[in-house]
């Protein structure tokens, strides 16, 4: 799986982020002499040459915050708050001094002094699993980004969404969003290689998990090629996620051949390449498991969970590794490796379910869970016998059930209130736009400021409007509509909040939404476009809007929906 997208000084904060900590400010901290005088231009350019002394770094940062304080220049406070982030002894100071910096920056007139600190802590809760906090850092930085038209910033951030979409399961959307941002690396002027190639390397990744293996190979061999002489850190990476790729096409000879090569040109001292080698531990051992040699499938499935285990690594597709463990040692008949493995699956698979906000049927059938706790209450009773630590057993056996448990109790009423929300949606009857008129009282009481012929005219003009379905034209604003009904804005956006009860975005969302869900209904062929086809269709011009948009007016995803027609269908 891909890294993370970072700016230039992202790479600096990524260097540092796994290195040793020391505090952040003191309280009563004093500038030492040696550094009384010196310009914010010399200490930054100083801290620069030695950032990765943490001890010396540490000294710089605060002498320029110290400095800050007493000069007033919140500039440099939020910037110096945001730097001693790096070096912080524990989570809750990180946090502490990134909240501190972005405080601040809320206050300063340039809105890009937010993107840093928001870049930071997206970038820790990534790491630290929490997709859902990771994604809203994100939101904050395009909403940022696109204010003071930071062009690098968008796309590194649409990276990095695309990132979290993965982890969660959307690949189609995933995709979408890695083809942009290559199409961008590839096009802009100051073109940088190395950006370029780990664009390059997520959108092959990207292929493989849409299964689009012929383009996962393409990608992957043009970034072998390119990385080959100067990077050859994303060299192995391309080397690795063929030679996966290689294992989905069945060539497991060639598979091994680029598997082994990659691993051998990894630093595995280097906390970034923990997950791609814990990937490539796992392939190795599908390997082997295709190519009959239980052993050596064993020894490699073992590594995989030594990984997991020391760098807290959970990624969904290695779960199998788990699998394979058990069944071997119930086969030898070994009960207490049996019960720590599946000790371990169960803790791997809560891991999973926290992070997700939801799950497939299908990942959720793989897991098996009434199954995999069964076999091991079965496990714990016959080892009753001979174990005189049963009860720590049965004391941890009980606290991961009953967390399972509450788990799988959340999705199955998840999806059965999903489900009921679709019936409801599928089996009401569509409504004519007469219909849905009458449904809207026009018997208002006349105080509004308006003539009543006004109100008739304008009425009239958008009972036209919804009949004629001008509503799925793009970029429909209060001005545009107001000037082809012939109004002025101000009339048209009072009579649309009284008479429809709504806002002018949401009445033209609504009206698309309704569109759309009776056209799936009837339209096969529709089905079977993108998401962002699906939104161009009825006048949105994002994915993420037409989605947000449906999930408001129906309850559920448009994937979901589909899905459920399809099935419905026997599809």
């Not at 840093?116 to 809203?136: C, E, H, I, M």
């Not at 802009?188 to 293996?213: H, M």
């Not at 990942?363 to 005189?388: G, M, N, S, V």
Request: net charge positive; charged share 25%; proline share 1%.
């Amino acid at each position: 799986m891909t890294s993370l997208r970072f700016n230039y000084i992202l790479i600096l904060f990524y260097i540092l982020f796994n290195g040793n900590k020391v505090n952040g400010q003191e309280s009563d901290f004093i500038i030492p002499d040696s550094l009384v005088g010196k310009s914010y231009e010399q200490l930054n350019e100083s801290y620069l040459k030695i950032y990765n002394d943490t001890l010396k770094s540490n000294i710089y940062l605060n002498t320029i915050l110290t400095k800050a304080i007493k000069d007033n220049n919140r500039e440099r406070q939020a910037r110096s708050y945001c730097y001693l982030s790096y070096y912080a002894k524990n989570d809750s100071e990180k946090l502490a001094l990134l909240n501190k910096s972005i405080e601040i920056s809320e206050n300063l007139s340039d809105a890009s002094y937010l993107l840093l600190p928001y870049s930071f802590k997206g970038s820790y809760y990534y790491n630290k699993g929490n997709y859902s906090s990771a994604l809203n850092n994100y939101l904050k930085i395009l909403e940022v980004a696109r204010e003071v038209n930071s062009i690098n910033y968008i796309y590194i951030t649409k990276h990095n969404i695309a990132l979290v979409k993965t982890h969660l399961g959307k690949y189609e959307e995933a995709l979408s969003l890695f083809k942009e941002d290559f199409l961008y690396e590839k096009n802009k002027k100051d073109f940088d290689l190395e950006y370029y190639l780990e664009s390059l390397l997520a959108l092959a990744d990207s292929y493989r998990y849409n299964k689009i293996l012929d383009s996962a190979t393409f990608y992957n061999k043009e970034g072998i090629v390119k990385s080959i002489n100067e990077y050859k850190k994303k060299y192995s990476s391309f080397v690795i996620n063929e030679g996966i790729n290689q294992y989905y096409k069945k060539n497991f000879a060639a598979a091994k051949d680029s598997i082994d090569k990659g691993l051998s040109l990894k630093n595995i001292y280097n906390p970034l390449n923990a997950e791609i080698i814990t990937l490539g531990m796992y392939y190795s051992g599908e390997i082997q498991n295709k190519l009959g040699d239980d052993q050596k499938a064993l020894y490699y499935f073992l590594k995989q969970d030594s990984l997991v285990q020391k760098k807290k690594i959970f990624i969904p597709e290695i779960r199998q590794g788990y699998e394979f463990i058990i069944k071997n040692y119930k086969q030898n008949n070994d009960k207490d490796k049996q019960l720590e493995y599946i000790n371990k699956l169960l803790d791997f698979d809560s891991v999973i379910y926290s992070q997700r906000s939801f799950v497939s049927d299908k990942l959720f059938a793989e897991f098996e869970k009434p199954t995999l706790l069964k076999e091991k209450q079965l496990l714990i009773r016959e080892l009753e016998k001979d174990q005189k630590s049963i009860g720590y057993w049965l004391s941890i056996s009980v606290s991961v059930s009953i967390a399972i448990l509450l788990l799988l109790l959340f999705q199955y009423k998840k999806r059965k209130t999903l489900k009921k929300k679709f019936d409801q949606l599928i089996h009401e009857s569509t409504l004519s736009i007469d219909q849905k008129k009458d449904n809207i009282s026009t018997k208002k009481d006349n105080k509004i400021g308006i003539p009543k012929d006004v109100v008739e005219t304008i009425l009239s003009e958008l009972d036209y409007f919804e009949k004629k379905h001008l509503y799925l034209e793009k970029n429909i604003t209060i001005n545009s509509l107001s000037k082809n009904i012939g109004t002025n804005s101000k009339y048209l956006s009072k009579i649309i909040n009284i008479y429809k009860k709504k806002s002018l975005t949401t009445y033209i969302n609504d009206l698309r939404i309704d569109y759309m869900v009776n056209a799936l209904k009837t339209n096969k062929k529709l089905r079977n476009y993108s998401v962002q086809g699906l939104a161009e269709e009825v006048g949105f011009n994002k994915a993420e809007s037409f989605s947000s948009a449906f999930k408001k007016y129906t309850g559920i995803q448009p994937s979901y929906f589909i899905k459920q027609l399809n099935q419905a269908e026997g599809l």
